[in-house]
């Protein structure tokens, strides 16, 4: 299976078809909530990428506009998220498992010594820009190799994560790659992103247990909404919310000088399109949205407890 | 010997004693000036470290404000200059040979796979963060091994070097790590900085032979000079250059939220200095202090020819 474009392989983790398991509670009961809540997670994806969006999404956290945030351990502000993490040891962060490096001229690498991982590096030595030529290349267990050093990697700075997710959905691209993907977190006991939505793709379901917490529902704003319909398109989501659990995700920078070089030429998740998720996620507008449809707000931490 | 400080190393590499070369010419005649020309490399440091950093470079080089800068081919945003060098093959661009990741909050590891080069990681899997620690860790045959690395990569990435530099110095920190460095250097038949100023440091004189070129004078601003005294530096550094060749080393960036970030609590090339130095070298004043006094500028590329 080849899925070359973000767009598509996030169309594949929204349609992976999960049956109904045999747990005899909603997660909103199993959560001390009534049966027909509205569970939300607002959740950043992207922290350690680039300041501007740690800057953002620390904002985001600290003012309870997002729930939870993902951390790529391979980038260079990892340290400013150990920072963070240290000094808000109550913020939700997971780990966004990172095998692609997919910005033009801002590039890294593994965790995992280069030797070790031959077959998730490109031409240049940096993880490939693409997860259509990643899944294409990458080795299984050269992928399982990295991100338990991703995870070693976050737990040693003190960052413990609360979930596991990927970004561009790498390792939801491929049967091997989602098998990799479940293993390491049912060894570290973490939830994990997936999300059932009625589907042909029957073969990753043997994948999950019946302790797997599977999300209802994912939401994230699409190429195909313009600036002007920003506000329109998450008032709507919002209304559209059905019992059950939900992750909405959003993408948060600010559109300044680094952001915009960081992602050059790469219209989605641009820096304007992450400085509109961090307006909107900050507005008194939205929390007013949340409040009037009676959303509740829940973290991946909460999840991760009905693991134990 | 143990150097600790920047400024420890980078007094270090101004004191280096080389004796007088048997060159019946003196450089400037070699390139065809008058022997008694004021010849000056104004060199930017540190390109590919941020996006602020290089942004200020271009812009100085494209002024002509510097004639020549080095790159740090382990850092993020390598593809970012590479792309300038080849929309502007005639930058004189060199590399800042990098064994060491300074920064709190932003760093970066090496180039080569880990497992070739663990004596240049410190226990998170990054370079070092000082000179000092570098230097008494690394293993010499590792540092060849990586800096080779760095120079291959930047070949294949179209940056081909015209001066080879270390920074923090950690390439001058020993006779073993300086060894190391002349000889690549040598290998690949390119200047590399060092400088004559008499001193003790004999060791190091054997290990360059009489083809290379040695700068009479290396010149950077330092951590007592105030932001106010900046302009009367650098006009009396000019006002005070001698016949012969110097290099004035300067560190160019924006004082914005990136560079702010990557230099946080490292009040030495700080932010707002590298404004500062970007200010100056694009001033008018400056361009006029240069003419006044007779300067005649000039590119490693121009003393790379020298050794052809």
């Known amino acids: 299976m080849r899925l070359r474009t973000p767009a598509a392989v996030i169309a594949f983790v929204l349609s992976m078809a999960v049956t109904r398991h045999a747990q005899t509670k909603t997660i909103a009961e199993r959560l001390g909530y009534p049966p027909d809540s509205k ?5 950043a994806d992207d922290l350690a990428v680039a300041h501007s969006v740690d800057a953002a999404s620390f904002d985001a956290l600290d003012k309870n506009a997002v729930t939870s945030a993902s951390v790529m351990v391979p980038c260079p502000w990892l340290n400013e998220v150990a920072a963070y993490a240290k000094n808000h040891p109550d ?10 490096s997919e910005w033009e001229v801002y590039r890294w690498g593994p965790v995992e010594s280069k030797d070790k991982v031959p077959s998730l590096l490109d031409s240049s030595g940096y993880l490939w820009p693409q997860p259509g030529p990643a899944a294409q290349n990458i080795k299984p267990e050269e992928a399982e190799r990295e991100i338990r050093t991703q995870i070693e990697r976050a737990l040693a700075l003190g960052i413990p994560p609360a979930h596991l ?24 006991k973490l939830p994990f992103l997936a999300a059932k939505v009625s589907d042909e793709r029957k073969k990753l379901l043997a994948l999950l247990t019946e302790k797997d917490i599977v999300l209802d529902s994912v939401v994230m704003i699409g190429r195909t909404v313009r600036p002007e319909g920003w ?10 919310l059905k019992p059950g659990i939900t992750e909405m995700i959003v993408h948060l920078g600010h559109d300044d000088a680094e952001l915009q070089a960081v992602t050059l030429d790469h219209p989605i ?3 304007a399109w992450r400085q509109r998720d961090y307006d909107l996620v900050t507005s008194p507008e939205f929390k007013k949205l949340l409040e009037e449809n009676h959303i509740v707000l829940v973290k991946w931490r909460d999840l991760q407890k009905l693991l134990k």
Request: hydrophobic content about 45%.
């Open 39 to 43: 569970l939300l997670i607002i959740h």
């Open 91 to 100: 913020a939700d962060l997971g780990l966004h498992l990172t095998l692609t």
């Open 165 to 188: 997710d990927s970004p561009q959905g790498t390792l939801f691209a491929t049967p091997e790659l989602f098998t990799v993907f479940v293993k390491v977190a049912h060894d570290y």
């Open 231 to 240: 506000k329109e398109f998450y008032a709507q989501a919002i209304r559209d």
């Open 269 to 271: 998740t641009s820096s």
